[in-house]
Every structure is written in C-alpha cells, then in structure tokens.
C-alpha cells in the first residue's frame, strides 16, 4: 500500500502561520494542523480552505501540491463528506438571502401599518 504525504505552511487570519500535513494511505485520507483547532481534532478552515484547492492563505510556495491534493481526495470518503458540507453551507447561504428578503418584506409592511 503507498503513502503519499504533502505538507503545506499557511497564513491564518490572525496572521499566525500554521503547518498542514495530509497523509494519504489506501483510500484513507487524513489531514492535521498546528492551529488551535487542528491541535484539538475540531473543524479547522486551513485543512478545508487546502481541501477546496483554495491557495489564498498559502505562504509555502507549492501551490501544485495543492492540485495534487484534490486529486487524492478523489474517491475517498472525506470526499463525500466535503461535498455534503458544501451543499449544506450553499443551502444555509440562499436561507439566509430568503430570511433577509422576508425581513424586507416585514419591514416595509411595519411602515405601512
């Protein structure tokens, strides 16, 4: 069975630099942090910012691994469940336009009355 390992250093929005490692064994994909988050093994943006191909916060200068790390996610598991939040966080973005919209509506007949 081969292992692919790709490590990659990151800029978080404190401007504090963090170190990803994502470990590719057989069709398991994990992926760590050093940021607070990722020291707890809670959701943490830098693995799923990297996991999206997104190279914004980037600070090493292997933005081609980056590709090469969608492409292991391929197929895996930790895929599916990626696409799930996607969708899901997508569904809460048009929710919360339509709760604004409703808001407008609300407010325009509190005016009226």
Known sequence: MSKCQLNFTVRG?????YQVTFIKEGNLLVGFCTCPAGEKGTY??????????????L????????????????????????????????????????????KGELQKFMKAS
């Open 44 to 57: 943490c943006k830098h693995r799923i910012r990297l996991l999206a191909g997104e190279i914004s916060q």
């Open 59 to 102: 600070v090493s200068k292997n933005e081609n691994d980056v590709h090469k790390l969608c492409e292991l996610k391929t197929g895996t598991q930790l895929e599916n469940i990626l696409n799930t939040l996607f969708e899901r966080e997508a569904q809460l973005d048009r929710l919360k336009k339509d709760i604004k919209a409703v």
């Open 13 to 17: 929005d404190s401007g504090s630099k």
